[in-house]
Antibody, heavy 126, light 106 residues
Framework: QVQLVQSGAEVKKPGASVKVSCKAS????????INWVRQAPGQGFEWMGW????????DYAQKFQGRISVTTDTSTSTAYMELRSLRSDDTAVYYCAREGLPVAGPGGWAWIYDYWGQGTLVSVSS | IVLTQSPGTLSLSPGERATLSCRSSQSFDSSYLAWYQQKPGQAPRLLIYGSSSRATGIPGRFSGSASGTDFTLTITGLEPEDFAVYYC?????????FGQGTKLEI
């Protein structure tokens, strides 16, 4: 069965960097893109970025531009999200999500997040 | 696109019918809306996509509908395991956005 298993919780100081991993299994990793979404305590979800497993193209939310990198290692079926220059308001649970379900609409194809990792809590505090 | 969910909290009993609302700040095709369920300490679970299509393994008591910029998730005959937080998501345009959630409590 499809599984996305993320790395464990992290505690970081302001200004540091964090790199969260997301190991996929149960499907052909290179067939589906991976998105990263975060959820601050008691808040909703915020999309951060995406990587295509077809060509390695990435797209990042404007608010994270310059601070985020999303990469993959196809040899281990693992995706990574690195966030730099951490601030206290980056404290959140970070999720990876597979966009594995295609949907056709009048505006073209879209991809639904059908499987999510279990989440990784990143705490930023001095 | 801003998605506004209501109510913030919905208190119901098992067996009752739940109606959750998601209103969009902009119009988009109903093909591009999904609903997720999240329980404490768990990852979100895809329930509905394309506004009304159930994801694999989702029971028939979950249904979705759309009318203009208003989207509705209905759960008929609430089961104890349905009490959770529900989020809508639009994937019509980038960045994808989520509603703030509706907590369904007993």
């Amino acid at each position: 069965q499809v599984q996305l298993v993320q790395s464990g919780a992290e505690v970081k100081k302001p200004g540091a960097s964090v790199k969260v991993s997301c190991k996929a299994s149960g499907y052909t990793f290179s067939n589906f893109g991976i998105n990263w979404v975060r959820q601050a305590p008691g808040q909703g979800f915020e999309w951060m970025g995406w990587i295509s497993l077809n060509n390695g193209n990435t797209d990042y939310a404007q608010k994270f531009q310059g601070r985020i990198s999303v990469t993959t290692d196809t040899s281990t079926s693992t995706a990574y999200m690195e966030l730099r220059s951490l601030r206290s308001d980056d404290t959140a649970v970070y999720y990876c999500a597979r966009e594995g379900l295609p949907v056709a609409g009048p505006g073209g194809w879209a991809w639904i997040y059908d499987y999510w990792g279990q989440g990784t809590l990143v705490s930023v505090s001095s | 696109i801003v998605l506004t969910q209501s109510p913030g909290t919905l208190s119901l009993s098992p067996g009752e019918r739940a109606t959750l609302s998601c209103r969009s700040s902009q119009s988009f095709d109903s093909s591009y809306l999904a609903w997720y369920q999240q329980k404490p300490g768990q990852a979100p679970r895809l329930l509905i996509y394309g506004s009304s299509s159930r994801a694999t393994g989702i029971p028939g008591r979950f249904s979705g509908s759309a009318s203009g910029t208003d989207f509705t998730l209905t759960i008929t005959g609430l089961e104890p395991e349905d009490f959770a937080v529900y989020y809508c998501q639009q994937y019509s345009s980038s960045p994808v956005t989520f509603g703030q959630g509706t907590k369904l409590e007993i």
